[in-house]
């Protein structure tokens, strides 16, 4: 058996309308033979606490993994009036896919608005850290995963 899981980013475009959003596409994805659904929460992370037990219930029914990728709206280099809310969104993106099953937090780590990398990655690390350390601390297992599509 292969450790590999394939499925898509969001709920195929042939999930029914009932039931539909998240637990439909996992149910539709079950049915084409996928195994894996990346809930796409790119603009934000506006799930209930219900649709999060709902979507974990119907995952762990069909064997389904679940990921998430985050709002595109995260910056670890942000200003630092600017990085509360991009932590925010960070850590509710953590905190609602844990409650969803979801293992992976995908996020694009953000720009670096025109400093030498070098410069920028100390404060990303660190603040990045920091968010490990407090999803740690509250049993959260989820793992960040910074990334670009690039």
Request: net charge negative; with cysteine; hydrophobic share 35%.
């Amino acid at each position: 058996m292969s450790n590999f899981r394939f499925g898509t980013v969001g709920s195929p475009n042939s999930t029914p309308k009932k039931p539909g959003g998240s637990v439909g596409g996992l149910l539709r994805i079950s049915e084409l033979g996928l195994d894996a659904l990346e809930l796409g929460w790119v603009q934000s992370v506006r799930v209930t606490e219900q649709t999060c037990l709902d979507i974990r219930l119907a995952a762990q029914e069909k064997d389904v993994l679940v990921s998430v990728h985050a709002p595109y709206f995260i910056n670890l280099n942000a200003d630092e009036e600017e990085w509360p809310k991009s932590r925010k969104r960070l850590m509710d993106a953590a905190h609602y896919g844990n409650l969803a099953g979801a293992t992976d937090i995908i996020f694009h780590p953000g720009s670096y608005f025109g400093k030498p990398p070098k410069e920028v990655l100390p404060l990303a690390i660190e603040r990045l850290q920091g968010c490990v350390d407090e999803l740690h601390a509250a049993g959260n297992p989820v793992i960040l995963r910074p990334g670009d599509d690039g």
